[in-house]
């Protein structure tokens, strides 16, 4: 069964700080996608990578993807409060169907 | 051209009563996914469909719960007989032919008191 591991699970950050969260997963797979969650919201696609090495970049997020690793990352620089949310990663393993397989979230939380 | 449309979005069912979920794709899109989430939790996948075909649904539960996605009109995810543990978000999901991004709907409430 393809288990996907966020962390950290929280996060406060000082606005203009720089943080990092992680994304693990068990099996093998090429296709991974970040989205944001506002509460009570439905979920907004921030980033598709679909091969090794693959960085994208949109505004104060950077995602990246090492399939060798079986990790990516979703880097924000110079945190500002719009970015408070939820964020998940997910992915479809090359062995199924295209089914989604979340993680577990992680609340980011921008303080003043 | 229109997202992901879903309906209602919120729902309150009395136990044992039936919900029904509708989800209407984004024009051109012919592969819907239902997921499910649980307060506090990420999203669990329930079953993929493609026009008239049921293509996945390892995430369904085994009683009470059907999905379809006719040949025309919305798919449907149909809850028989509903529990207090069946109160989530029940998002809906489509993707074009290529099969590259979900793009995700406003989701449906459902509270079963």
């Known amino acids: 069964e393809l288990k996907v591991e966020q962390n950290p699970l929280f996060l406060s950050m000082q606005e203009g700080k720089n943080y990092t969260i992680y994304c693990n997963y068990s099996t093998t797979s090429d296709r991974l996608y970040w989205y944001r969650q506002d509460p009570g919201k439905s979920l907004e696609s921030l980033f598709v990578?679909?091969?090794?090495?693959a960085v994208k970049q949109e505004g104060r997020l950077m995602a990246s993807l090492d399939t060798k690793a079986r990790l990516s990352t979703l880097h924000i620089t110079a945190a500002v409060h719009d970015l408070s949310a939820t964020y998940f990663c997910a992915v479809i393993s090359n062995f199924g169907n295209e089914k989604l397989t979340f993680g577990t979230g992680t609340r980011l939380t921008i303080i003043p | 051209n229109a997202g992901v449309m879903q309906n209602p979005r919120h729902l309150v069912r009395r136990r044992g009563q039936e919900a029904r979920l509708r989800c209407s794709p984004m024009?051109?899109?012919?592969?819907v996914y239902w997921y499910r989430q649980l307060p506090e939790e990420g999203l669990k996948f329930m079953v993929y469909?493609?026009?008239?075909?049921?293509?996945?649904e390892s995430g369904m539960p085994k009683e009470r719960f059907s999905a379809e996605f006719p040949k025309e009109g919305p798919s449907i995810l149909r809850i028989q007989q509903v529990v207090r543990g069946d109160s989530a978000a029940y998002f809906c999901?489509?993707?074009?032919?290529?099969?590259?991004?979900?793009?995700f709907g406003p989701g449906t409430r459902l509270l079963v008191l």
């Open positions: 469909l493609q026009k008239e075909n049921i293509i996945d």
């Open positions: 999901a489509s993707s074009p032919p290529l099969r590259e991004t979900q793009y």
């Open positions: 024009k051109g899109h012919s592969h």
């Open positions: 990578l679909l091969s090794n090495g």
